[in-house]
């Protein structure tokens, strides 16, 4: 069974660009949640998206969107770049909430 | 605000040597799990621990829940330097958001 893909795995933005980050959960699968990972804050929860609804958002300001497709693929796309976005992103995918099973990340770097 | 503090931050042993790594909160979880996450690569689930009191071993590596479901500690015999990580224990509250500690990065030297 394939695991979790995200692409690209690396990403380099200067500020102010817009940025789209694609997940592609295991199948049968569809629950997708998005993660930012930075060295200090750790983990922060972004939104979680189940057959194609927003279930939950974290504390991320409205530059921060997603969306879910009918075959359980996710986007996350952030606009108006700042420095501060600069994080590794997972995504991670689970068949009714729990486990999650994360992908290995984009390295978004914002310049 | 963190949700879940971890302890320690970082951690350096000999290989052989024993360690726990504690999980501490001020909430309750429905259930708590256990990640170890290798440097360009994803978390990857170790244990899930659900009820209060709750001991889980996996070969080397004790889990245990506290009885108010509010931390947690992870204990590891006989180190490795495969286990070689870091590792984060996240809770699950409500509309399944699970809350991330900040980890604890461990180095095993042989």
């Known amino acids: 069974k394939a695991g979790v893909t995200q692409t690209p795995r690396y990403l380099i933005k200067t500020r102010g660009q817009q940025v789209t980050l694609s997940c592609s959960p295991i199948?049968?699968?569809?629950?997708v949640s998005w993660y930012q990972q930075t060295p200090g804050q750790g983990l922060q929860f972004l939104f979680e998206?189940?057959?194609?609804?927003?279930?939950n958002k974290g504390n991320f300001p409205g530059r921060f969107s997603g969306r879910q497709f009918s075959n359980s693929r996710s986007e996350m796309n952030v606009s108006t770049l700042e420095l501060g976005d600069s994080a590794l992103y997972l995504c991670a995918s689970s068949f009714a909430g729990s486990p999650l099973h994360f992908g290995n990340g984009t390295r978004l770097t914002v310049t | 605000t963190q949700l879940l503090e971890q302890s320690p931050q970082f951690l350096s042993i000999q290989e052989g040597e024993n360690l726990t790594v504690y999980c501490n909160s001020s909430?309750?979880?429905?259930?708590l799990q256990w990640y170890r996450q290798e440097p360009g690569e994803g978390p990857v689930l170790l244990v899930t621990?659900?009820?209060?009191?709750e001991v889980k071993k996996l070969k080397r590596l004790t889990f245990q829940f506290g009885d108010a479901r509010k931390d947690s500690s992870l204990h590891i015999t006989a180190a490795q330097p495969g286990d070689t990580g870091l590792y984060l224990c996240a809770g699950e509250g409500t509309g399944n958001q699970f809350y991330f500690g900040t980890g604890t990065s461990l180095t095993v030297i042989p």
């Open positions: 998206y189940f057959s194609e609804t927003q279930r």
């Open positions: 199948s049968g699968h569809r629950s």
């Open positions: 621990v659900v009820t209060g009191g």
């Open positions: 909430s309750v979880f429905s259930s």
